[in-house]
């Protein structure tokens, strides 16, 4: 049997509104919050020593990554809070909280910081969020674009469409995986669909955008923030909050070489499979040793990707499971895999709702919400084009 130590924990975290076009600068909530979060690890700005994040603006159609604005990058947050970080990096990837978790946790346990803050900061800008620029198609987009493929929605209703072929899917079935995660996030304060959920009925009438992808199928642009305080393990057991520990991340690998937003569904699973296995391997878990697995659903069939990548689900088996009540939170013998509410029930902050649940759950900071979990896997963007972290209330893991 081996037995692993955490060397750095969660200590604290602070959440802005979700709002579809906010009032204040992007940077102005980025900063109130980072604040925020600072505070409630029970710390002072002075000693914040490294900062992590990315800055990815993920819009289309001509807009401009403007630092305060519509990015905020870890390096502008730490001057305009006025510290004096050792230690400051942006993670440049796709998996982006998982990304920058990840570079949180290195500097840490190098003893290049002592306290981390990770952030996450989304813009929503004015216009057509996704509009197609192009006034000529050149390179590989001249094999895509003038087809009309182009965008993130024809990206995902391919693997979308191959997985209902394939395994005599309906689209019925992901009512339940959209109506799941709205149902959650109707019940988050900070949540832009709060108070708001979501019935079947109104899911099936959504037309279609990009067959058979509808809106409601995505997550919805906004404007919010989020940020975590990072530390060793010991420094973690003196401050306010109970500590929650990362345990391990993998990351995926870059995939097969493709036109521009060519997912396949084959890509998508191999890759996700094999970026399960490395966390596997890192970490001596399975998918038996997961309480509470917090899965990525940009788009929704990415849940059903994730389930299956995870081993929650066979093969070809996930639509079946959350059609029969397989992720429903509000059952005993559930997977809760949108507990909190993911992106399609908060909103698009990429996996901030992901690694927050598994924070609040793990330390007990859920409120009427809480569940019984001691192992809880954040798992951020697609499968094959992402990462995963997992955290443990118990320092000690053993395999």
């Given at each position: ?49 490294g900062f992590t ?84 198609a050149s390179g ?30 309906r689209r019925e ?227």
């Amino acid at each position: 049997m081996t037995v692993t130590r955490a060397q750095v924990a969660i200590v604290g975290y602070a959440h802005s509104r979700i709002e579809r076009h906010a009032s204040r600068a992007l940077g102005t909530i980025a900063v109130d919050v980072a604040r925020a979060a600072i505070a409630d690890a029970g710390l002072s700005v002075d000693a914040i020593d490294g900062f992590t994040g990315s800055s990815l603006l993920p819009a289309a159609g001509g807009h401009l990554p403007v630092e305060g604005v519509s990015i905020v990058s870890p390096t502008w947050l730490a001057r305009s809070l006025g510290a004096c970080p050792r230690y400051v990096a942006g993670f440049d990837g796709i998996g982006q909280v998982s990304g920058a978790v990840t570079l949180a946790v290195n500097a840490i346990a190098s003893g290049a910081a002592d306290y981390v803050v990770v952030h996450r900061a989304l813009h929503n800008p004015a216009g057509s969020y996704h509009g197609n620029a192009m006034r000529a198609a050149s390179g590989s987009h001249q094999w895509t674009a003038p087809q009309g493929f182009f965008g993130p929605l024809a990206m995902i209703a391919l693997p979308y469409n191959e997985y209902l072929l394939r395994y005599g899917a309906r689209r019925e079935s992901m009512a339940a995986v959209v109506v799941e995660a709205r149902k959650n996030g109707a019940r988050l304060p900070q949540s832009y669909w709060y108070e708001r959920p979501l019935s079947v009925e109104e899911y099936l009438a959504e037309p279609t955008l990009a067959d058979p992808v509808t809106r409601l199928d995505c997550d919805i642009p906004v404007d919010g923030a989020a940020a975590f305080v990072l530390t060793t393990a010991e420094r973690a057991r003196d401050l306010p909050n109970r500590p929650v520990y990362v345990i391990g991340s993998s990351s995926s690998c870059s995939g097969p070489r493709r036109l521009p937003m060519h997912w396949p569904l084959d890509d998508i699973m191999d890759g996700g499979t094999a970026t399960v296995q490395r966390l596997w391997r890192q970490t001596g878990l399975s998918i038996a040793d997961v309480d509470l697995p917090q899965v990525y659903d940009g788009f929704s069939p990415v849940v059903w990707f994730w389930l299956e990548v995870l081993g929650i689900c066979p093969p070809g088996e996930a639509h079946r499971f959350v059609e029969s009540g397989g992720i429903d939170s509000d059952r005993p013998d559930a997977v809760a895999a949108l507990s909190g509410g993911g992106a399609l029930g908060n909103g698009r902050m990429h996996g901030v709702p992901q690694m927050l649940e598994c924070y609040l759950q793990l330390a007990g900071r859920a409120g009427e919400r809480q569940r019984g979990a001691e192992v809880a896997l954040a798992c951020q963007a697609s499968p094959h084009y992402g990462g995963i972290v997992a955290y443990s209330a118990d320092p000690l893991r053993m395999s």
